[in-house]
């Protein structure tokens, strides 16, 4: 193999697996740090900076870097095999404990532009993509409008996640700090024709108008029973305002989402006494998150899966349940699914009330289909990927609206590339060229075995947030259900962390293959040994480096003729390696990651401002000496410290 | 300065084997010695090749002297028995041990003052004594916790780190070996654990006083351009006569051979030493001829490693002073004194 080439961004990202999953790419192991130095202020900046709604993300988020997480591949199992040991560290909760636990932070956050440049935009929708755009764009002196229908900022995090599980201050508090910047939002006023906001001279329009209208399920009784049966996120929006607020005792949920749990954890709340949720898919296939399936269950709710409905059954327009054909899952060689009737009786479930939340659309009945704006055969518009133009080229699309329902953090990823396009384009640069990431990499050696994070590897296992008595959290749809971590279990928690942004960096020219670091190694990591090419070199490495989804770190050629390999898979950052190496070939180095926003910085012409240093690192046992080298400016126009 | 204890973690695939241990069951406490010191790949090494081995760690005493390779038994093997004696000791401790309970597996670590200076006297009377054990020296040259004076191993003409050379003649505890009478000897280098792992391998099956010369580099006093047991001195003047593959009693031999003259040594216990000759005039079995070798190229220069001398007829003191099988120290009051009917008797056949 060619030696690695660690000066490209993307090859020590990647190995900070929960950074390098998030769509927003939030410095994970940097902020996880600062919560175990109780620097909950500064964790929360950081998270800020990124993904613009931590307390709220900290909730609700889909979490795509938990999964991602090495903890998770590197953890024993228990002795049966089973259990809970390869889990990941609880990061989206950890993530509440900075917004839960910092102070004020009004002073952090940048100041409204003290001059308008002049251009306008106007964003479609206050949720979380919109926002985002908003609070990138709007302290650089863009005067930025935001409409929605709705009278408050928020979007679907308002309207769909239910109380108990996000309260409403959080959602007032963050949406908040985005507004605070001088942006203005016409709340109440619905756009219905795009070609009218057009004409209204802005200069770029983004929409973030989310996937707005819930799947039907059309069976018979259906209309009859019309009212007992509510589409789910129409219903949650009702229960969100308050206009809704009892459901009947016995309630089915039909859909296996997320929005089908919190369909069915609000009935339980507004009176549902009997919910369960009915799945046409079996379990594993179900599209809720693992937490939240397990969430409702722990509340008392069933889900029963492998059955379809069938028809809604009723009495003269009084609805009576549902009846629901039995299947089972099949997949044929593709791996794609079907369901295969049992041929057994169909089952009959009796209710008061159904709630449908079998998926959600995209709606864009206000956009005219003669004004240049391309849609695709499912009805969603053509969206550039990276820049999210559409086929018109000032406007641009994110979050639900583009590319169909994902979630909040995929928003948040699709408003900062929106923003760059923004900004690149009305500047007059070509925005399908984008501007490269800041990172820095910077050695955290202090003295001998001596670094500026904490090294030692946790023995712990994940803690579990700890929640509010069942009874008394059934009683009332606004209490929120988790009481999220105090200090002492997030630090706890925290030290989970691997660190794995602290980089193993080896130079081959100090090397004198000694084998300390080899011998030392407790994943069996490093080998030393003659190149091959790569299918070859996984295989005869101390131990086979099974996960092709994870890099070799491949050295120059070393004195004897052989290369250091390092499969990058199960290193635990533990820095043993350095600790045991005689000459300092190995480094323990903290890669810092950030996504350029829109700014200065990522336009050509535009030179970024140095930022004030960054909180130092957290460290139990003294303060680092000044040996640090400055780091690249991140974010410019951001006043992050 | 503080030391990081090794993380419990470990790779996903990490094997058991036939005992049901993982290699890293074979480990210790974490290292205290200098980074990248020779002694801990040696110790890398003695725990891979126990692990091979399938040995139960509590079948293992090891036993040390004084001296920076003498405080290694602390860093591997941390479930066996272990005994840091006196400065030069250790091979009188590991006889003594050896005759009270014979059912142990010895491993003797030492360094070369511990052997080569103050305990030069026990090191060739355990060997000419045939105490069944693994004796594994870990040569650095220099007296490392003493700040770096050479050692008696230090070759004539090598020089000190601050440029100072040395006058003396070298101790070659391998040639010192073969003259004693060991019946297993091997040298290697830390620094090859191909080659170090197997020749353990063979010395601890081995029924009989095995020695292994080890070089092994000091980082700290005796790895510049002047030194002799330098890394890259002994990777440049490494000679190796043979490459050694040990296969115990019960394995079938499967390993393909290319190039070069192949032989077998079947050991007492049935397990075989499979060597592949790199010298070709080289014969493990002539400790004669072994001896020359050895010396005319440490006279050009060169560190011959490998298996240099192996006797496949190898006894060893229990068998030489006819001890009963049992070990002594399980033999009960009854056994020890049969009585004074048996003491008469005894007396009367000797008048």
């Given amino acids: ?641 | 300065m503080t030391y990081l204890a090794k993380p419990r973690l470990h790779h996903p695939t990490l094997a058991k084997n036939r005992v049901g241990y993982t290699r890293r069951d074979y480990e210790g406490k974490i290292s205290t010695l200098c980074a990248g010191c020779g002694h801990d790949s040696i110790s890398a090494a003695i725990i891979q090749a126990c692990w091979e081995l399938d040995i139960e760690p509590h079948r293992v005493a090891k036993l040390s002297g004084i001296g920076c390779s003498s405080k290694t038994p602390d860093y591997f093997l941390g479930n066996s028995h272990g005994f840091n004696t006196v400065h030069g000791r250790m091979p009188s401790v590991l006889t003594g041990a050896n005759l009270a309970n014979r059912e142990l597996i010895y491993l003797g670590v030492s360094g070369d003052g511990d052997s080569a200076s103050i305990g030069l006297g026990q090191f060739a009377h355990v060997l000419r004594r045939g105490v069944n054990m693994t004796y594994i020296v870990e040569n650095n040259g220099v007296y490392g916790l003493t700040k770096g004076q050479f050692s008696a191993t230090a070759d004539k003409g090598s020089k000190s780190k601050r440029g100072l050379a040395n006058n003396d003649t070298p101790i070659d505890l391998a040639s010192l070996a073969l003259v004693m009478g060991a019946t297993y000897i091997g040298r290697s280098f830390s620094g090859d654990k191909a080659q170090l792992v197997p020749l353990i391998r063979g010395a601890m099956a081995h029924p009989g006083a095995a020695v292994i010369d080890v070089v092994s580099p000091c980082i700290a006093f005796n790895n510049h351009s002047g030194s002799t047991k330098s890394y890259d001195y002994v990777r440049e003047h490494n000679e190796a006569v043979n490459r050694l593959d040990f296969f115990p009693q019960r394995e079938e031999i499967t390993t393909e051979y290319g190039e070069g003259e192949v032989i077998d040594v079947r050991q007492h216990d049935g397990s075989i030493l499979r060597l592949r000759k790199l010298h070709a005039e080289y014969d493990p079995g002539d400790r004669v001829r072994a001896m020359a070798y050895v010396q005319e190229h440490a006279a050009r220069g060169e560190v011959v490693t490998g298996l240099l001398y192996v006797d496949n007829e190898a006894c060893d003191l229990h068998q030489q002073i006819n001890t009963v099988d049992q070990a002594l120290n399980a033999l009960s009051a009854a056994e020890l004194c049969p009585g004074s009917a048996v003491l008469e008797k005894i007396n009367a056949s000797l008048r």
């Fill in chain 1, 1 to 641: 193999m060619r030696p690695t080439d660690i000066s490209v961004p993307d090859y020590f990202h990647k190995v900070v697996d929960c950074q390098w999953a998030c769509p927003a790419h939030t410095p994970v192991p940097e902020y996880i740090r600062l919560i175990a130095a109780g620097r909950y202020s500064e964790a929360y900046m950081v998270n800020w900076v990124s993904n613009v709604f931590p307390g709220i993300l900290g909730r609700t988020c889909d979490r795509p870097c938990e999964p991602a997480c090495r903890r998770g591949r590197v953890e024993d199992e228990t002795p049966d095999g089973h259990g809970e040991r390869k889990a990941p560290v609880a990061i989206c909760r950890l993530k509440r404990v900075a917004a839960d636990y910092k102070e004020d932070i009004r002073h952090l956050l940048p100041l409204p532009a003290a001059q308008k440049n002049g251009r306008r935009i106007a964003c479609v929708g206050a949720g979380p993509a919109s926002l985002t755009v908003a609070r990138d764009l709007a302290p650089l002196g863009y005067e930025v409008v935001i409409y929605d229908g709705d009278a408050l900022a928020g979007g679907m995090m308002r309207t769909q996640i239910p109380k108990f599980r996000l309260p409403e201050e959080v959602i007032d508090e963050e949406t908040g700090y985005v507004l605070d910047l001088g942006v203005e939002l016409r709340g109440g006023q619905y756009v219905s024709s795009l070609k009218n906001l057009l004409g209204e001279g802005y200069d770029a329009i983004f929409v973030g108008s989310g996937a707005p209208r819930g799947h039907d399920l059309d069976i018979p009784g259906r209309k009859e029973a019309a009212k007992s049966i509510h589409l789910g996120i129409d219903w949650l929006a009702s229960v969100a305002f308050g206009h809704t607020t009892s459901i009947g005792k016995r309630v089915i949920v039909l859909g296996g989402g997320n929005t089908a749990m919190d369909c069915c954890r609000s009935s339980r709340r507004l009176g549902g006494e009997d919910v369960k949720v009915i799945v046409r898919s079996g379990f594993e296939q179900m599209k809720a998150s693992p937490w939240e399936k397990e969430d409702a269950m722990h509340e008392g709710i069933p889900i029963l899966n492998n059955l379809v409905p069938k028809a809604f059954t009723h009495i003269g327009g009084r609805l009576t349940g549902a009846t629901f054909e039995k299947v089972r899952v099949e997949f044929d060689e593709n791996g794609r699914r079907s369901l295969v009737p049992t041929g057994e009786p169909d089952a009959h479930f009796d209710c008061d009330e159904v709630l449908v939340a079998v998926g959600q659309d995209n709606s864009f009945p206000w956009i005219e289909r003669d004004m240049g704006i391309e849609f695709d055969k499912w009805g969603l518009p053509k969206v550039d990927e990276t820049t999210m133009q559409s086929t018109v080229p000032n406007v641009f699309f994110g979050g639900d609206a583009a590319f169909g329902p994902k979630n909040i953090i995929w928003a948040v990823a699709h408003g900062h590339q929106a923003a760059v396009s923004i900004d690149r384009m009305l500047n007059g640069e070509d925005l399908n060229e984008r501007p490269a990431p800041q990172t820095a990499l910077v050695s955290q050696k202090m003295g001998i075995h001596q670094w500026m994070y904490d090294n030692a590897i946790s023995g712990d296992r994940r803690l579990r947030v700890p929640l509010r008595d069942l009874n008394a959290a059934l009683k009332n749809i606004k209490i929120e259900v988790e009481l999220g971590f105090d200090p002492q279990l997030a630090f706890k928690e925290a030290q989970r962390c691997l660190n794995c942004d602290v980089q193993t960096v080896f130079a081959p020219k100090l090397c004198i293959e000694c084998d300390a670091c080899m011998d030392i190694c407790p994943m069996d990591s490093i080998s030393f040994t003659v190149n091959g090419d790569e299918d070859d070199l996984r295989q005869r490495l101390s131990a086979p480096a099974l996960d092709k989804s994870q890099d070799l770190y491949v050295s120059d050629s070393l004195k004897t003729g052989r290369v250091m390999v390092k499969d990058e898979d199960v290193c635990l950052h533990c820095g043993l390696c350095a600790e045991r190496c005689p000459t300092g070939a190995w480094d323990m180095q903290k890669f810092l990651f950030e996504t350029t926003y829109a700014g200065p910085g990522c336009r050509n012409a535009g030179a970024a401002p140095p930022l004030p240093e960054p909180p130092s690192p957290p460290s139990s046992e003294q303060k680092p000496k000044a040996r640090r080298k400055p780091r690249p400016a991140p974010a410019p126009d951001q006043q992050t410290a």
